[in-house]
């Protein structure tokens, strides 16, 4: 039974993992890499608007307040980039600390009575996905959140698969575009929503930790050795598989959180192969002048 | 031939009855502490959130989905305490025993601050003693065989915790009303405030994200030197630095250090309920007298 | 005031004013987040702290942990930015992530060892703007002085660094070393911050107060200064709202201040604020608007050798489709005693717009003439351009084309490009 668990953990992180390393794909080349962690600050005031509306913590309420929140911040982000030479990362560094403060200035006014923060009320727990209900599809029980992970994947690479080129040019090459006559503007708040809505759902499933791991460790280590989009994702994709399978048995046997685990092992194979690659390039080029040398 | 496999049979079927022994998961170590006192051995006893550790700061470990699977009876606060676990615990209850222990008390009991339910239901002993009837019918009604030993161990705590609640509400009756005033960073004493008459004020809110204001902070430092209240108080698993600060710039004192969210560790005074109760309301008295 | 509010507002002020003072070299850098990197990479560090101290909150342990965390993540940071197709940003995001993972999987393996004063470790570092102490004034303080001295002593060389890494390589600068000092020396201000006003404020007052300043300037010393304003101004006012009003978090309250002040100087400021673009954009119209106008009036002035132009024509030739638009424009020109009316519906330029519009004129036709014999454009084609680069050219650039084209009397549709002299015998004022 408990290996049933395992399975269903392994399989929700993995779901996570190929969600979040494709938006985050397209994060890291639009240079907001931290937009995972800048949105985790950022849903504050959703959810004590939320309460305020609905009157009770938790549930739906929290999540859709959440997911206003997040693409108001998003669109700030954009309005601000575009209206300003301020860079992006700046730009959210302004966003998600304005709107955090927001969020607590309204929990004060509101009446400090209340335990509303987005650890307790929104953030969800990996481990204890195999608790959740399940949904018969296909035949087979599925945990609820698992199913959801999935199909917001669907969701989400179908939106990128019809938007990849766009969304590519656009990162790169954001002059090339407008001359294309793309929608840049549009482009930009679609990439922006898409990747809000996918991480503050996946954040609800699974918490944050996994998530902002997922949308920054395997593009990163994908870019070491590949340089196309299916190189950088399969090899993310792979190596988050590897962490992930080797660490749900870990943490079940040194009774640590999985989640963590899982970034901990994604964040040591990246530092360790990082640190071989940048070794073995600096000892090569150094080999090729010393060649150099001794041919004059 | 026949009696004596039917023999064989029946003792069997007795020694597995005895020999069963029910799985109990609690979520918070105060949970934990009340079935282990009516249990005892009858039962085996798990908590997720071991010594001193705060519901609120809670982070999940691997073996905690064990507990809960193994588990035949899960015990969890209710009212919120535990979060987005308490909603999965809830949605888990169609499908094992699962029960929040709030559930014993009536709605006119839960504080309400006008939406926002106050989970802290421990620190009134006339609610707590509710919860411990809750938990011993439970357990009763999976044990049936030992329903009479799981009352007798909660007449015996429930006396244990009315003579502890009525010393501690004279010692606190005995300070002055002026002075009778309970000042903590963390809001989680309304209940205690409402069961043994004393007012209580909080530096911050209920929330790990609430922060106080310049303003609030010198209200309470000013109603502090108005009424001449000698001491504050901070918890174990709060960050202290407000409090200091109130200490620093009033003639208050810090009159010691409060179990507000957990029990303290096993071994010490304040490892039990009652131990906790007690350690709360003597070092205000103390503080405050 | 009390000497608790007196205090509160003093640490605010300054730890604003070093704060927006160090944020310019992360905003420029690209690395605005690094606040909030060093804020969750501390965490290891104050676990290991925790164990070291024998599981007592003991807060040199503590402290010491989280500046010994801060610092390694840093270094990491350096090593991986820029290296690689590694980003800054990316790098940063890294080892956030990654540090803080690690130092869950440490709370984790706390939680079991049953220690009941771990509960509540990742908060205890964390402090709030209404809570300062006296030591961390202090810490501030001294930390405000260091860091103005260094700054100023090692001014070129860090400001080479930054904006000219390879240049001052090549140089022998060591322009890696000036970097870590100086993202030391940063750190070390979180650190401090973190202690005193918690992670959200602490990385606020590293981005915001900085940001405002792109309204401002473009040079580094003048960003510093104002930044520093800008911070301590947040702080000031931020402290200030929060004594004067119940239920007025003190840190949200200066973060929400300085990002006031920064959508202010987005819209008002003088480099590429909102408004001034929008105005200099419409200033720039109605000037076009003008010399479209009198470029018109004049031919009719040349075809007809009378100071006199029909408004109709004048219209038709403008290119101008909203009649109510000219009309306006017609009725500025009056005001601007740029043209006079002839009755109802004729104009005469008066001497100034004389002058105005033979200029035009002239360097429309100059760059028509320009375009057909230096770019080998056809005739028929060079009349749109003109059109719009006609309000472009600036006297030196005239002076240029006139040379290069030996200065000539004929555009390429025949007409007189009118010269100097001609401007002169015209009567043109100050030809």
Known sequence: MLTQDAIWISLSAFAVAATCSLMGYYLTLRKQSLFGDALSHSLLPGLVLAFVISGSIGGLPMLIGAIVAGLLCSFLIEEIRNQSHIKEDTSMGIVFTSMFALGVLMLSQVGANVHLDTQCVLFGELLFVPLEDSVNVLGINFPEPTAQLILSFGIVSLFCKLFHKEFIILAFHEGVAKSLGLPTKFLHYLMMALASIAIVASFELVGAILVIGFLILPPSFGKLFFSTFKGIYLSGLAMSAFSIVLAIPLSFSFNLNPASLIIVLQFLIFVVVFTIKYLSSTRNSQNLSARGRHHA | MFYRKLLTILTTLCLCQLSHSLTVTSTTNLIDDLVSTIGANDIKNESLMGDGVDPHLYRATARDLTKLRNADVIFYNGLHLEGKLAETLGRLAKRKDVYAVADALDTKDIINHSGAIDPHIWFDPSLWIKVAQGVAEKLSQKLPQHRDKFFQRFEKLKTEINNTASLGKASIKSIPKEKRLLITSHDAFHYFGRYFDIEVLAVQGLSTESEAGLRDIQNIIDTIKKRKVPAVFVESSVPRAAIERVEESSKAKIGGTLFSDALGGKNSSAGTYTGMLKHNIETIVKGLK | ?431
């Open chain 3, 1 to 431: 005031m009390s000497q608790y509010l007196i205090e509160a507002v003093i640490s605010c002020t300054l730890l604003g004013f070093i704060s927006g003072f160090l944020g310019n070299f992360l905003v420029v850098r690209k690395m605005a987040l690094f606040g909030d990197m060093i804020g969750h990479a501390v965490l290891p560090g104050v676990c290991i702290g925790f164990f070291l101290s024998a599981y007592e909150k003991n807060i040199f342990f503590i402290f010491f942990g989280a500046l010994g965390a801060a610092f390694v993540a840093n270094a990491l940071h350096e090593f991986l930015s820029n290296k690689l197709r590694i980003k800054p940003d990316a790098s940063l995001a890294i080892n956030l992530t990654g540090f803080y993972a690690i130092g869950s999987t440490m709370m984790a393996w706390l939680k079991d060892s049953g220690k009941a004063g771990q509960t509540g470790l990742d908060r205890y570092l964390l402090g709030q703007a209404s809570s300062i102490s006296r030591e961390d004034l202090s810490f501030i303080a001294v930390l405000t002085l260091i860091i103005v001295a260094s700054i100023f002593i090692f001014y070129k060389e860090i400001k080479a660094a930054c904006f000219d890494y390879q240049f001052s390589k090549a140089s022998g600068l060591k322009p890696q070393v000036f970097l870590i000092f100086l993202s030391s020396l940063i750190a070390a201000n979180v650190i401090v911050s973190l202690q005193a006003v918690g992670v959200i404020l602490a990385c606020a007052f590293l981005v915001i107060p900085a940001a405002t300043t792109v309204f401002y300037s473009q040079k580094l010393l003048s960003r510093l200064f104002l930044g520093a304003l800008f911070g301590a101004l947040a702080g000031f006012a931020g402290a200030f709202f929060s004594l004067s009003d119940a239920n007025v978090p003190t840190g949200p309250s200066i973060i929400l201040v300085s990002a006031f002040v920064f959508v202010l100087s987005g819209i008002f400021g003088p480099e590429n604020g909102w408004f001034r673009k929008k105005l200099g954009t419409w200033k720039d119209k109605r000037q076009h608007q003008t010399e479209d106008f009198l470029r018109c009036a004049y031919y009719f002035y040349e075809k007809s050798h009378e100071n006199k132009a029909q408004l109709e024509g004048v219209f038709k030739r403008s290119g101008i489709k909203n009649p109510k638009l000219f009309e306006r424009i017609r009725k500025r020109l009056v005001r601007g005693k740029v043209i006079k009316m002839n009755g109802e519906d004729s104009v005469s330029l008066t001497d100034k717009g004389l002058t105005l519009a033979a200029d035009m004129v002239r360097k429309h036709r100059l760059w028509e003439l320009y375009l057909v014999q230096m770019m080998n454009f056809p005739p028929e084609r060079v009349h749109a351009n003109a059109e719009r680069v006609e309000h472009l050219i600036t006297d030196k650039i005239l002076k240029e084309i006139e040379d290069t084209l030996s200065n000539p009397d004929v555009d390429p549709h025949g007409k007189v490009i009118p010269s100097l002299n001609d401007l002169r015998k015209h009567g043109v004022p100050g030809y």
